[in-house]
């Protein structure tokens, strides 16, 4: 039964860079999504003191937005109920949004990931330059879209932070760090990688 990636492109997300983000992270992770795009996602988690959202809260909102709404994620020839009662052991989402995350530990984060939920969430925020008010890249704004997308989901098939700088698994802890991956994993981030995605497609 192949079940697949599924990232959901929040209406919040920059406008105008869901198309190349899309066939970015497809060509680096080498294998096909499916991509919703448009839509309006119900955050939650929001800290206003902080102007910040919980990113934890966010991973549970969206684990439960599947479940709610399998029409959007199952596969055409999967009934809802059976979706449901299987989609936690191979099925994957990650939603890109542009609220700002925080953790209890950390006081941002690009985004965050859970391996047993399968689900993960980007901000756009701090990887926009204006953001440092600094002058607008776009083709920078969708590298690191793309980046941290594909380290999210590197992380809900198993793969752990990489000490290779230049790895996308490596765990940047500022805007100039995760410039300075490739949009690529190393040798052998992309065997572990291909092995868990094929060991996906075997189910």
Known sequence: ???????????????????????????????????????TFPLEGFDAARGQYDAVKILSKIDLFRSMHPELFKPADMSPEFYRSRCHISEKVLLITSGDLYTGRNNFVFGLSHRKLGVAVVSATRLDNAFFGRYTDEASLVKRIVTESCHEIGHLYGLEHCENPGCIMYCPNSLDQLDAKNMVFCGRCRLELDTALTGCAEL
């Not at 860079?17 to 991509?35: D, H, M, Q, R, Y």
């Open 1 to 39: 039964m192949l079940m697949g990636i599924h990232v959901f492109w929040d209406a919040r997300a920059p406008e105008g860079f869901s198309k190349p983000a899309a066939e970015g992270i497809s060509s680096v992770l080498n294998t096909g999504i499916s991509w919703i795009d448009g839509g």
